[in-house]
């Protein structure tokens, strides 16, 4: 079965300074990775995804991350994050033609 | 514009009431979805169907019914409200594969009291 841990429930971090947002996952096969976005009282928006091929994955809005196999994570990062980012971001797992297996959460604060 | 849309957005109910939420997608996508979130938890799935006529368990069935009255339409059932099902309820649609990515509705806020 898989699995997923975000380490961090909440970061804080001042505007314009980078971020790392931690995700590590557990599966014995290939799979798919994804991190999403919600921003307060939305539904979630797909902000990257890693299905093969190049190990760093760029998405939306500055975001990127990088695939590890061998440590078996997938961390979300932004080099200068704005105010607007503030939001809980969620990593999720999945294999082929099966469901989604989403992560806790971590919210990302940035202060001014 | 196309997506997944859910009703009822809120909704407060009395321990024991029955109500169902309603889930419809306009992207042609065989597979949906029903998730719960919940402080902490992340998401979590109560019910899915990989296709029309078909739907199984996910991780939290408990308490709920699901249907999937064709391709784009898939309703979730409270048959008797409990408190613990107060929670943000989120319907999702995908291709079969899962390769895409999900697409999420905007929620469903449900209290029981």
């Known amino acids: 079965a898989q699995s997923v841990t975000q380490l961090d429930s909440q970061v804080p971090v001042f505007e314009e300074a980078p971020v790392e947002l931690r995700c590590n996952y557990s599966s014995s096969v290939s799979v798919y990775l994804f991190w999403y976005v919600q921003y307060p009282n939305q539904g979630l928006q797909l902000l990257l995804k890693y299905l093969s091929g190049s190990t760093l994955v760029k998405g939306i809005n500055g975001f990127e991350a990088e695939f590890n196999k061998s440590q078996t994570s997938f961390h979300l990062r932004k080099p200068s994050v704005h105010i607007s980012d503030t939001a809980e971001y969620f990593c999720?797992?999945?294999?082929?033609?099966?469901?989604?297996?989403f992560g806790a959460g971590t919210i990302l604060r940035v202060k001014s | 514009n196309a997506g997944v849309t859910q009703t009822p957005k809120f909704q407060v109910l009395k321990t024991g009431q029955s109500m169902t939420l309603q889930c419809a997608q306009d992207m042609n996508h065989n597979s949906m979805y029903w998730y719960r979130q919940d402080p902490g938890m992340g998401l979590r799935l109560i019910y899915y169907?990989?296709?029309?006529?078909?739907?199984d368990k996910g991780e939290v069935p408990n308490g709920y019914n699901v249907s999937r009255l064709n391709k784009r339409e898939f309703s979730l059932r409270l048959e008797s409200a409990a408190p613990s099902q107060t929670s943000v309820y989120f319907c999702?649609?995908?291709?079969?594969?899962?390769?895409?990515?999900?697409?999420f509705g905007s929620g469903t806020r449900l209290t029981v009291v």
């Open positions: 169907s990989a296709s029309e006529g078909t739907t």
């Open positions: 999702a649609s995908s291709e079969e594969d899962g390769v895409s990515g999900y697409t």
């Open positions: 999720a797992v999945s294999q082929y033609g099966n469901k989604l297996v």
